[in-house]
């Protein structure tokens, strides 16, 4: 089965900066689109960044300018680097892709990677 694997999360001061990596395991085909969400404390889920597999990337206005997302498809990982972080970073991070397996797509979710940013 496949699974997605964070890591990276921790406490920062503001200003400071964290990179979060999550790798895709087990037996599949290809990944299509990987995405960064986040959930913090009493709020929804959102979509913070994504990338396709050709290396385009889309980010929500709360981080442009101080995140940024990559990928590295021959190790099936997704990374996120933030930078300037703010106390309004803080929640639960989590990694969501695409995964193509016997024919079907689906969507595969991380277990999460927890960010606190300090004020």
């Known amino acids: 089965q496949v699974q997605l694997v964070e890591s990276g999360g921790g406490l920062v001061q503001a200003g400071g900066s964290l990179r979060l990596s999550c790798a895709a395991s087990g037996r599949f085909f290809s990944i299509d689109t990987m995405d960064w969400y986040r959930q913090a404390p009493e709020k929804q889920r959102e979509l913070v960044a994504r990338i396709t597999t050709g290396g385009s990337t889309m980010y929500t206005d709360l981080v442009k300018g101080r995140f940024t997302i990559s990928r590295d498809n021959a190790k099936n990982t997704v990374y996120l680097q933030m930078n300037s972080l703010k106390p309004e970073d803080t929640a639960v991070y989590y990694c969501?892709?695409?995964?193509?397996?016997?024919?079907?797509?689906?969507?595969?979710w991380g277990q999460g990677t927890q960010v606190t940013v300090s004020s």
């Open positions: 969501e892709a695409r995964i193509e397996t016997w024919s079907k797509w689906d969507d595969y």
